[in-house]
């Protein structure tokens, strides 16, 4: 007598997946693990779509698309790899940099004495950069009027013509 194994598919595990947007990675990933024998599967006739929503480069709609399902063991060792491949695919949160607005300060979220400090540099920089130029061009002597209305070309004089 064969003992009963408690066999799944490949369209259950899709749905249980954290990230719904990285099932096409998923489904690739595990077409690679049945490849390498990692764990064993078979194809089934029928077809199911990716919850994935796809798009195309420089268009607005999306569409979806529709994978062979598969039927396989779900052992112990499958649960592994899966809780694994799961973790892969789900992004960790990147905190990004939180914008300076009035609210965010009122909240605690930034700190106000250090964007005090950024702005204080930023300002004395910019004083210095317009000191430094200022200085740069007192040494310079100043241009002489006369100089350059000198060094224009004479003005062509026209011979009035008579009519005759």
Sequence with gaps: ML????????S???RKLAN???SDAFVKEFRAAVRDGTFDAADLPQRF???KAFTRRGQDDTYSRDVRDMVFEATPAFDEWFADMNTQLTPARRGGTIKPTYENIEAGLVDFKALAASTREKMQA????GQT???SRKGAAPAKRGAALAKKAPAKKTVARKKA
């Design 20 to 22: 719904a947007q990285r």
């Design 12 to 14: 259950e595990q899709v």
């Design 126 to 129: 910019s004083y210095t950069k």
């Design 49 to 51: 779509t990716l919850p």
């Design 3 to 10: 003992p009963i194994m408690a066999y799944t598919t490949l």
């Design 133 to 135: 130029l200022g200085n």
